[in-house]
Structures are given as structure tokens and as C-alpha cells.
């Protein structure tokens, strides 16, 4: 891997300029081992340490990571509250540039710069897999610091929060088709899913089983299988989209609803697992003015969060866990009656919901 250093912030794309500021601290480093820029961003420790994933992933510009891990880290702030845990919003970003692949050593001295990074904040943030990392690779940060969560099975830890994260988005699904339809019931429902990842994947393979009719659709091709395998139609990504269905569920990278987006869906709702899904504030007014009705991100992916933190509880129970991850689908359609009854959008009620506990 060849790395060049960072250039100064005047050369840099003009996006981070936009990104909103409001954290408690952001830490910036170049990690010693892997020459890599590396962000820990804390945005909130009201309600207690701040817990969010590690992302490793390519941006055009250190920056863009930067900006990713403000972003990110003030949406998980919102997540944990309305999931109602006791933990603070953060984000840790690793920027890797653009057509940089890293090899089994480079990810290793990756994950221990980002150990030490965290390390550094005394306790403020946790950390856990997330898009780029895994389990596996927490075990490593693991060996530099203890605020790290989500450690395989097979070396002490609860493993990888994909299995919950897509259960609530489920419930979150559920709760969508009975506003919209007046039922439950995913039998016969023509639904979109962008993005087969880790919860992806999974999502398909419930919905799929219980009767849904799929539209499926990755950036990496090999996904494919999947879609056969299930017995769901592929599109390209770029299409997705466009294609006429029920509900439309993006389970990739942040962003997907921008104004072009939202004008050429054929929805009725929009519920999926991505964080950040709008590229601009504005887009759940656009949604709403569209009549598709959008379940808000933040509280829709909380099954991961709320997995982490109550399975690392010496007093853990999976069925207690389970449960607090299917009333993911109560508070989904607790926001749609108040955006209703107080004439907002979904966000405004989804922010209300959790800004009550950051007071």
C-alpha cells in the first residue's frame, strides 16, 4: 500500500464546510503503524459513554472521512437515546483513499492505531464493528484498548450485531406496511432492498422466506448468488431505486435519498437499515410532500445498538434482548401517529422522541 500525506484543508472538497459541529470532541490522528487518518469522533456522553462502530472505507479525501465521522457519530447520539440505552453518540472513521485495499498486516496495524486512538480518550467512546470492520478486527483493537464491544464468540465477546440490527429493521418493516396497508402481513408485498451486506442479506432472506415478493440489488455482483438463491429479481444498483414496489429498504452506505432519488421512487415507504439515508435535512419534507412514508434510520438500525449493549450486561438475557429489539417496531409506530397528530415529518417526530432524553 503507497500513502501520501494528507493535504492541507484549503485543498479539500468544500463538503466538510457543510458537515454541523456540536461534539463534545473529535479526534484526528495519523496512526503510527499504518500511516493512516484515522477520526474518533464524540458527539454526546449525556446519557453515558459514547458507543458506535468503527468504519473502514475509501473517500476521495481524508476530509470526507472526517465529515463521514461527524456525521455518523451525531446520528448515533440520536439512536442510542431513542433505543433508550444509557450510552453517548460516537464514530470512529478510518480513511482509506480511493482504490486503496488493505492486506491481512495492513488491517492489523490498522485496527491497533485505532485501539490507540481510542485508548487516548480515557473512556469516552466505545467502539464496535461497522462497515469495512468486523468482529474478527475488534479483537484486535481489543489488544489496545478495553472500550471495545462486539468481539467474536470464540474469544469472549457477543459476536457481531448484524442478526439484530436486521430483526429490527424487520420489525421496522412491519410497523410501515401496517400504516400504509392496515396489515402486518409482508405475504405478497413487493419490496426493494438495496445493499445485501451483513444486515442486507439478512433482511432478504426473512422477508423472502415470509412470502415477500423481492427486488434485490449490490454494488458487488457476487450478491447475486443470493438473489438466486431466494428467488428474488436483480436490478443494477443505480436502478433500484426506480423499480415500482411497495416499500423501498436501502441497507448501503448513507446519502441515497437525495432530491433526484426521492423524485423518481415508486414507493409507498422507505425503511431501511443504511444510516444517514437522506443527503439533505430537507429530503424527509420531500419524502412526506411525495406521500411515501419514511421510517427515520436512526431508529429504524437500533437493534445493533441495543444487542451491544445489553448483551454485555453481566445480567445479559437474549430473550429480554429480542424483545427490546421488536419494540424497535412500537416506537417506529409511535412516530408516524405523532408525525400525523402534530402535522411534522417523521424526522422532526423521530428527533423529538429522542432529544426528550438529552435535555
Not at 137 to 157: F, N, W, Y
Not at 177 to 199: K, N, P, T, Y
Not at 285 to 306: K, T, Y
Amino acid at each position: 500500500m503507497t500513502l501520501h500525506p494528507p493535504t492541507t484543508l484549503h485543498a479539500a472538497p468544500s463538503f466538510i464546510a457543510n458537515a454541523e459541529f456540536g461534539h463534545e470532541k473529535v479526534l484526528i490522528s495519523t496512526g503510527r503503524r499504518s500511516g493512516l487518518v484515522i477520526t474518533v469522533a464524540v458527539h454526546s456522553t449525556v446519557l453515558g459513554q459514547a458507543l458506535g462502530g468503527a468504519r473502514m472505507w475509501n473517500y476521495p479525501h481524508w476530509t470526507d472521512a472526517v465529515a463521514d465521522a461527524l456525521r455518523l457519530s451525531a446520528a448515533m447520539t440520536l439512536k442510542n437515546s431513542a433505543a433508550g440505552l444509557h450510552r453517548g453518540g460516537g464514530k470512529s472513521v478510518i480513511h482509506l483513499p480511493m482504490g486503496v485495499t488493505l492486506t491481512a498486516d495492513e488491517k492489523r496495524d490498522a485496527m491497533l492505531d485505532l485501539g490507540d486512538a481510542i485508548e487516548s480518550l480515557n473512556g469516552a467512546y466505545m467502539t464496535a464493528e461497522d462497515v469495512g470492520t468486523s468482529a474478527e478486527l475488534m479483537a484486535i483493537v481489543a489488544e489496545r484498548t478495553e472500550h471495545v464491544c462486539g468481539l467474536p464468540a470464540d474469544q469472549g465477546g457477543v459476536g457481531e450485531p448484524a442478526d439484530a440490527t436486521s430483526a429490527g429493521v424487520y420489525a421496522s418493516i412491519l410497523a410501515t406496511c401496517d400504516a400504509l396497508f392496515g396489515s402486518r402481513d409482508v405475504r405478497g408485498r413487493h419490496i426493494v432492498i438495496s445493499g445485501l451486506g451483513q444486515v442486507g442479506g439478512r433482511l432478504a432472506r426473512a422477508l423472502a422466506a415470509a412470502g415477500a415478493v423481492l427486488t434485490v440489488s449490490d454494488v458487488n455482483l457476487d450478491r447475486r448468488l443470493l438473489a438466486t438463491e431466494i428467488g428474488a429479481a436483480w436490478v443494477d444498483a443505480d436502478e433500484a431505486h426506480r423499480v415500482e414496489a411497495d416499500l423501498f429498504v436501502p441497507c448501503g452506505l448513507g446519502g441515497a435519498l437525495n432530491p433526484q432519488v426521492i423524485a423518481e421512487l415508486k414507493v409507498g415507504g422507505v425503511v431501511g437499515a443504511a444510516n444517514n439515508q437522506l443527503a439533505y435535512r430537507h429530503g424527509a419534507a420531500e419524502l412526506a410532500g411525495r406521500g411515501i412514508l419514511w421510517a427515520p434510520d436512526f431508529v429504524v438500525n437500533g437493534g445493533g445498538v441495543i444487542y451491544l449493549d445489553m448483551a454485555t450486561q453481566p445480567d445479559a438475557d437474549a430473550s429480554a434482548i429480542s424483545l427490546r429489539v421488536e419494540a424497535i417496531g412500537d416506537t417506529v409506530a409511535t412516530i408516524f401517529r405523532e408525525s400525523v397528530s402534530e402535522g411534522i415529518t417523521t424526522l422532526d417526530a423521530a428527533e423529538r422522541l429522542a432529544e426528550a432524553r438529552l435535555v
